[in-house]
């Protein structure tokens, strides 16, 4: 079945250092990717999406890209700021799964000033 | 703004109370929702996918009696906890999936953390 492997931290960086979170798939079809985010004590917000291998999706200065050869699908900011502190989850939907969500174990971030 | 309204947002009541917690799309009709359970520290926990006018479907382990859930129209999803105890303690997230754009993504609410004492 489909599931979603993802580094789990806790990450702690400083303001403006680089970030990456890992994340690894495995799918039986070809899915749509996922990263959401969850602010303390909030529900999940979609961060950024790619539907299909190559795909880079980006938002809030967060980019990952879609690699079909490597079944993966990376989180990285240049510059994180401490509004960023939050925790991020990989996901994906597939089709034959009835665009069920397969969440990764989610990865706490915090950003010091 | 948010685009699924999850109502109420904090519960606080006595063991063995039932507890109904509201699912609604503002903005677009969702034949399909989802429930979630978060524990503390860990990642979401598909529960059930609601059906709009069909039972719903149940993940492996989730007792259907214990949460009940109902899905009566395309906008409005509830999830009522029957007798609550301590051990239901937890924070449940439901989302929503646009029925006329099956492929975006889901949309979910601000969660409801409920607390049996």
């Known amino acids: 079945g489909d599931s979603v492997t993802q580094m789990e931290g806790p990450v702690t960086l400083s303001e403006e250092a680089f970030l990456t979170i890992n994340c690894t798939y495995t799918a039986t079809g070809y899915p749509s990717l996922f990263w959401y985010v969850q602010y303390p004590g909030e529900g999940l917000q979609l961060l950024l999406k790619a539907t299909k291998a190559d795909d880079k999706g980006s938002n809030k200065g967060f980019e990952a890209t879609y690699r079909k050869e490597t079944t993966s699908f990376h989180l990285e900011k240049g510059s994180v700021q401490v509004s960023d502190s939050a925790v991020y989850f990989c996901?994906?939907?597939?089709?034959?799964?009835?665009?069920?969500?397969?969440f990764g174990a989610g990865t706490t971030v915090t950003v010091r000033a | 703004g948010a685009v699924v309204s999850q109502h109420p947002s904090r519960v606080i009541c006595k063991s063995g109370t039932s507890v109904k917690i509201e699912c609604r799309s503002l903005d677009f009709q969702a034949t399909t929702m989802f429930w979630y359970r978060q524990f503390p520290k860990q990642s979401l926990m598909l529960m059930a996918t609601s059906n709009e006018g069909s039972k719903a479907t149940y993940e492996q382990g989730v007792e259907k009696d214990k949460f009940l859930i109902n899905h009566a129209s395309l906008t409005l999803s509830t999830l009522t906890v029957t007798s609550a105890h301590p051990e239901d303690s937890s924070f449940y997230i439901c989302?929503?999936?646009?029925?006329?754009?099956?492929?975006?993504?889901?949309?979910f609410g601000d969660g409801t953390r409920l607390s049996i004492l």
């Open positions: 989302s929503a999936r646009d029925s006329v754009n099956s492929n975006q993504p889901q949309h």
């Open positions: 996901a994906l939907s597939d089709r034959s799964n009835d665009y069920k969500l397969s």
